[in-house]
């Protein structure tokens, strides 16, 4: 089962759970899941309304908390989560989420992850609707989750920092994080919540995909606008090929006059232009001459600026271009944590399943050099905690 967020008002945690208890995952499932967390059992509540968002009836879910419990560090958080008996990859994705919260309000407020002191996010509020989301997505089945582009509004809106612009600074952060595709908003307002803007970063991926259609949740927000404030989550199935496919051009060029040195910085140059890839083969010309075939993959709508910049940055007087298919693998970045610190790792997932993952180097480098220990160090002990989120195939 696949599923794809349609954002007309933006997303909230709330709206999320209003997706997937609409789409057909009952409260009481959700209201279960909260209580695996162990919390006091009086702190909380979890209840359901159907209401009319402008002419769209949609479901509301509330999550209502006992007041004063709105400050926690992110090992709080964690904590609260492992101990709960809850399924591994439900525990997972959840702190994966509560993770990039932390990094995106360290970046804002020049901290660091571990001194993060949650305001709003990390109230129980946000524990709920963040574990209750990892865990309708698995409860429906979901193993694949795509989004549209995300409407930012604008104003102003009170946080425990004080008086912030619109989209919140952490919002920013979180979406810029994944480079997540924008757009106008209808109207002036918060349409995407830092909660929001969390879950999608961590589980989904903005772009959409052929589908048959099954069924439809409409999430209802909160507040009322002048539009109707709702979020829709498409449920279906993929098409029969369940790897991505895009359409990008290779281009190519054999240089045999050119200073070895200065293909380092003709391959920075491609890379900031826009290239996906970029490499070079030894190759033999006329003459047995030795050279060098450039190759650039690319999307269509960069290649004349790429063909631009071989041009510019090499001595080659022509570049060739063909049209190629790429079929993709699904992937998805998470956060693992290691005795050197939190690192990034790159999980490979296919026909639903997790089945590799693979620790961001650069991030290898920085923690091994604050730790003093060789970067395969930080490597293997990435690798062994980011197993958990992986399957054998």
């Known amino acids: 089962m696949i599923a794809y967020l349609d954002l007309p008002s933006g997303l909230s945690g709330d709206m999320f759970l209003g997706c997937l208890v609409d789409a057909g995952w009952p409260l009481a499932e959700l209201r279960a899941t909260v209580a695996r967390l162990k919390l006091p059992p ?11 968002r402008g002419p769209l009836a949609a479901t509301h879910v509330r999550v209502t908390v006992a007041e004063g419990d709105a400050h926690r560090h992110l090992h709080h958080v964690a904590e609260i989560i492992a101990q709960a008996d809850l399924p591994r990859t439900v525990q997972a994705r959840a702190v994966a989420v509560f993770r990039r919260l932390a990094e995106a309000e360290a970046a804002v407020h020049g901290s660091t992850v571990e001194d993060v002191h949650f305001h709003e996010v990390g109230a129980l509020d946000a524990i709920v609707d963040i574990v209750g989301v990892c865990a309708g997505l698995e409860a429906l089945g979901i193993t694949h989750l795509y989004a549209g582009g995300v409407p930012l509004g604008e104003g102003w809106v009170n946080s425990a920092h004080g008086r912030i612009p619109v989209p919140a600074p952490a919002t920013l952060a979180l979406l810029a994080a994944v480079g997540a595709p ?4 209808p109207g002036p307002g918060e349409l995407v919540t830092p909660t929001g803007a969390a879950l999608l970063a961590e589980l989904a991926q903005f772009r959409q995909l052929p589908m048959r259609l099954r069924r439809i949740g409409l999430g209802a927000g ?3 606008f002048a539009w109707p404030n709702v979020a829709r989550l498409w449920l279906g199935e993929g098409d029969d090929w369940p790897l991505g496919r895009s359409s990008l051009v290779v281009l190519e060029t054999n240089i045999d006059d050119m200073n070895p040195e200065l293909y380092a910085g003709a391959r920075q140059a491609l890379t900031a232009a826009g290239a996906l890839d970029v490499w070079t083969t030894p190759i033999q010309m006329k003459k047995e001459r030795p050279a060098v075939l450039l190759s650039v993959l690319a999307p ?3 290649e004349q600026a790429l063909v631009r910049v071989m041009l510019r940055e090499t001595t080659s007087l022509g570049v060739r271009s063909r049209a ?4 993709e693998a699904e992937r998805a970045m998470s956060t693992v ?3 050197y610190g939190p690192i990034p790792v790159k999980v490979k997932r296919l026909d639903g399943a997790a089945i590799g993952a693979k620790p961001e180097h650069d991030a290898c480098a920085a923690a091994a050099q604050a730790a003093g220990v060789p970067v395969r160090v930080v490597y293997e002990a990435a690798l062994a905690a980011a197993h ?3 399957q054998t195939p």
Do not use: G, I
């Open 324 to 327: 190629v298919t790429r079929y």
């Open 300 to 302: 269509p709508e960069r």
């Open 42 to 52: 009086d702190s909380w509540q979890v209840e359901e309304a159907r209401v009319m």
């Open 222 to 224: 909160s507040k009322d």
């Open 388 to 390: 958990p989120l992986t």
């Open 182 to 185: 924008t757009r106008p908003a």
């Open 337 to 339: 944590t290691t005795a």
